[in-house]
């Protein structure tokens, strides 16, 4: 049981329906914050060409990014815990600090060893700051008026994916490669000095201990499970004896887990929030929206940098269709949400959009035009507009305001599981259609030009021969047909568990629906917190 220590009063808007200055001041923070998180691993991208010609260690490149996002994917369920325990404020802010400890050694690593294990340490603090971020927003916003910042948060993500890789060129061709991640430290304490003046939350004083081995086991499951989506097909065979050994200590791992949630005094995730229908579909959506994301997010870039031509320059742009699509959706998705308390409409026709939307992308081929792959991205932008922010915002709904953290946190960890199985899933589908084609169509010249990666650069793509170049082209057009028609049959699972969800009417402003006050709609679902 947390003890609250100060009082705790509701936010009220302003009779124009806006927050005070003092809650926008926060937001603004917030959304600093979650921009660290996002765009680390976009600028790095960039940055690692240049990284490994300086300290070396090719043959460990991939642990640069696995590390990180290991480190996080394992802590988001534990900083969301934390925060239900100890405080938001504190926990949030003890993120930011982890995150730019890590950012400041990332950059003075002398060796390759030494990036790796740093970046860990950043990871471990990005895992905070999305979770944190979060739930801070549910205990300031009242879900009714939640809705109101979708736009902002998906405009974020968009600023995140379209200009990552260009200020992370930017920065390595002018400043070199340790202000990809020096850049974050004036971005952090600007963040961390706002919240810090800006936002009180109620102090928390927790009488439970933390529960260690849960944590641990969670810690063990998560991180196998990365490992097999990261290797698989790649550093090991999916069959290899590596492999296997992971998968049966991930699922030994999360057994164990699930398990001892149910004897754990304060357990780090409480299964009783999956006792909500919606709570768990939402996790199952998120998980899907999460696949499809990274995937087309990886691939898109790729065929038309392969296939129509474009440079590697500008592969956040050839985004923007799909962004800014995702954004305009998600904007009006909110305002609609806050001022009518529905929403189940968006997921159902989220859903229904991505699955048409990468199907279409499945029929892109060597004569497609960048004007059609354009208006078949933008499908799939409106889909997932309506999908990304409404999922984590009936999540929180769907759970009493002490469990806000761990739903918060759950939700996340499930999207972050989704991105990492797509991006592994379809990436071995591509990998191996694309060495199909390129050895039916080149023979034994194809067979050797991708036998190390199916995916080359611009650099490697314009030294081959013109017949195996074209035949190249077919062979990535092949390999992203047979990736987002996967796409597509796995967004169908995402428009099944859409239907189901109950459309319990979100509280905060308005009129209340007719269903308030039943179990699926806690009524502690006033905000806890005040800016001042």
């Not at 304490?189 to 933390?210: C, D, E, G, N």
Request: proline share 4%; glycine share 12%.
């Amino acid at each position: 049981m947390a003890d609250t220590t100060d009082t705790s009063v509701a936010i009220a808007a302003d009779s124009g329906g806006r927050q005070p200055r003092s809650v926008r001041v926060v937001l603004l923070a917030l959304m600093i914050a979650m921009m660290l998180a996002m765009l680390d691993n976009m600028i790095i991208g960039t940055a690692m060409p240049t990284i490994v010609g300086e300290l070396g260690g090719l043959e460990h490149l991939s642990w640069v990014v696995t590390s990180y996002t290991l480190a996080t994917a394992a802590s988001t369920p534990l900083w969301g815990k934390l925060g239900d325990m100890y405080g938001r404020k504190g926990t949030f802010l003890s993120s930011i600090v982890l995150f730019l400890i890590g950012s400041a050694l990332s950059g003075m690593a002398q060796d390759m060893g030494q990036l790796i294990g740093f970046r860990a340490v950043q990871g471990l603090g990005a895992g905070g700051l999305m979770v944190g971020v979060m739930a801070i927003i549910g205990d300031l916003i009242p879900p009714r008026e939640r809705g109101k910042y979708q736009g902002m948060m998906a405009g974020v993500m968009a600023l995140a994916m379209i200009g990552g890789p260009l200020v992370g060129g930017t920065i390595t061709d002018n400043w070199g490669w340790r202000w990809a991640f020096y850049i974050n430290l004036p971005l952090g304490v600007v963040a961390l000095l706002a919240v810090s003046a800006v936002l009180h939350l109620p102090r928390k004083r927790a009488q439970a201990r933390i529960d260690y081995l849960g944590a641990g086991l969670l810690t063990v499951g998560i991180t196998a499970i990365v490992l097999v989506t990261t290797w698989g097909g790649t550093e090991y065979a999916w069959d290899s004896a590596r492999i296997m050994e992971l998968i049966g200590i991930g699922v030994a791992a999360l057994v164990g887990f699930v398990f001892w949630q149910t004897k754990a005094a304060e357990p780090v995730v409480p299964l009783h929030i999956f006792r909500s229908r919606n709570f768990t579909l939402m996790s199952l959506i998120g998980f899907i929206t999460g696949f499809v994301m990274f995937g087309a997010t990886l691939f898109l870039p790729f065929y038309q940098q392969a296939v129509q031509g474009a440079t590697a320059t500008n592969s956040g742009l050839l985004l923007l269709p799909m962004l800014g699509a995702m954004l305009v959706t998600s904007m009006v998705a909110g305002r609609v949400t806050t001022n009518t308390g529905k929403y189940k409409v968006f997921p159902v026709l989220g859903s229904v959009l991505m699955i048409v939307g990468l199907y279409l992308l499945s029929t892109m081929d060597t004569g497609t035009s960048r004007v059609t792959s354009g208006l078949f991205m933008a499908v799939v932008g409106l889909g997932m507009g309506c999908l990304m922010q409404i999922t984590m915002l009936v999540a929180q709904n769907s759970v009493e305001m002490k469990d806000m953290g761990v739903a918060s946190s759950s939700t996340t960890l499930f999207r972050t599981l989704g991105s990492s199985f797509g991006v592994a899933i379809m990436g071995a589908l591509f990998n191996h259609r694309v060495q199909d084609v390129m050895a039916e169509r080149a023979g034994a010249l194809g067979s050797r030009v991708t036998e190390q990666s199916a995916q080359l650069d611009q650099a490697s793509l314009a030294k081959l021969p013109e017949a195996a170049r074209e035949a190249y082209q077919h062979a990535v057009a092949a390999g992203t047909h047979s990736a987002f028609l996967l796409g597509a049959v796995i967004a169908v699972l995402a428009l099944a568990a859409a239907v189901f969800v109950k459309e319990v009417p979100l509280k905060g402003a308005g009129p209340k629906g007719p269903e308030d006050g039943k179990p699926d709609a806690p009524a502690a679902q006033a905000p806890l917190a005040e800016a001042v």
